[in-house]
């Protein structure tokens, strides 16, 4: 089969030799940078992630960086979230979205300092959006990706990994909070976070040349809890409503539309807030719900169309076979009319029409 070829765009991370030395078996590329997406099988990574702990090179999720007097005053236009109540040690999921309220990114933002973020980004170039609004409104703030490489710890054993590497400190952070703790001579900030519903961490590795080494000692320190390397793992994501990004919501989408109303709530006139009062008063004419689908599925590797007496009524991105559930799992954008639990709606998939029924709420 066809590979990808690694080059200053298509970037390797600090993880890759171990990540090779694994056994990966499959990237996808994600903010110009390699993505596992396949160890020993997608069935087989998530039954080993909700059993034990994996640790994911989730180096991708490059940092846009805002610093400067004016920090606070643009993450405060960028977003319809309301950043005066995010604390010193806290993460905040931050929708970010268009001059008509359209997802631009879902990043984490993690505040360093009163003039210091993070934003995790999800894939997109949304440093240029930022740098943009910079230029624009002569703002004095700072927009630059530093050399930081996050990698994720996840799994019910993923307690007992991170204690033995960072001590029991790490037992004390709570979600969507973090510290920062010891590593060999420097110190990396670590929080209690993830892209699976498994439960663990993220670490925000500054610096390539320590990647290699904290590898090695996650995995060291981990043989007896069956540590393996992971990925963000399509079953296990579907099945816990965790959207994906240029997928499950795109740009002509709104937070509303994707279930985050209760991340817009900013009194401040930021950037699309006009144009979301509508959705805010009434609620939107379409939103995600979760579907099962009936029948065999192949690989959900597009956008399938739900369809009503022949007219479209919505969309599914991602579907996947559970076979925790037993069934095909699949997150859908549905129309109003038909996004009651219960409704049959068919799907035309490139494998056929399948009929999906949509459910009251996700798997986990």
């Known amino acids: 089969m066809a590979v990808i070829t690694p080059n200053r765009r298509v970037r390797k991370t600090p993880f890759t030799p171990g990540v090779e030395a694994e056994g990966v ?16 099988s997608v069935e ?27 920090a606070l005053r643009l993450m405060k236009m960028l977003s319809p979230r309301d950043m005066d109540r995010m604390q010193a040690d806290q993460c905040y999921y931050v929708p970010i979205v268009d001059h008509n309220g359209g997802m631009l990114n879902d990043p984490v933002a993690i505040k360093l300092a009163d003039d210091h973020y993070w934003l995790s980004v999800a894939d997109g170039d949304l440093w240029q959006f930022a740098l943009g609004v910079v230029i624009a409104l002569g703002l004095d703030v700072d927009v630059s990706e530093p050399d930081v490489s996050p990698l994720a710890v996840q799994g019910p054993k993923a307690d007992a990994l991170m204690s033995r590497v960072f001590g029991d400190d790490v037992r004390e952070i709570k979600f969507f909070r973090y510290k920062r703790l010891a590593f060999e001579d420097t110190s990396f900030i670590i929080a209690r976070s993830g892209w699976s519903k498994q439960g663990g961490f993220e670490i925000y590795v500054e610096g390539a040349d320590y990647g290699m080494p904290l590898w090695d000692a996650l995995f060291a320190n981990g043989r007896d809890l069956n540590v393996r390397a992971g990925c963000p793992n399509s079953i296990e994501r579907v099945e ?45 004419s379409r ?46 954008m549905v129309n109003r ?4 639990p219960g409704t049959r709606i068919e799907l035309m998939t490139e494998h056929g029409m399948r009929w999906a029924v949509v459910q009251e709420k996700f798997w986990r």
């Open 240 to 284: 816990s409503g965790l959207l994906s990004f240029g997928s499950d919501m795109r740009r002509e989408n709104t937070p509303y539309e994707c279930g985050l109303a209760r991340f817009c709530n900013s009194r401040l006139d930021y950037i699309g807030k006009a144009a979301l009062a509508d959705q805010a008063e009434n609620g939107p």
């Open 44 to 70: 087989a990574d998530a039954a080993h992630l909700k059993e034990h702990v994996q640790v994911w090179d989730v180096s991708c999720e490059r940092q846009v960086q805002i610093k400067g007097p004016d």
């Open 25 to 40: 078996k499959a990237y996808t590329v994600y903010n110009h940078m390699l993505l596992p997406t396949v160890f020993e």
């Open 287 to 332: 939103q995600i719900r979760p579907l099962v689908i009936e029948g065999e599925i192949g690989p959900c590797t597009g956008s399938w169309p739900l369809l009503a007496e022949g007219k479209q009524v919505g969309r599914v991105a991602s579907a996947v076979y559970s076979p925790e559930f037993g069934v095909n799992v699949a997150i859908g």
């Open 337 to 340: 009319s038909h996004w009651a």
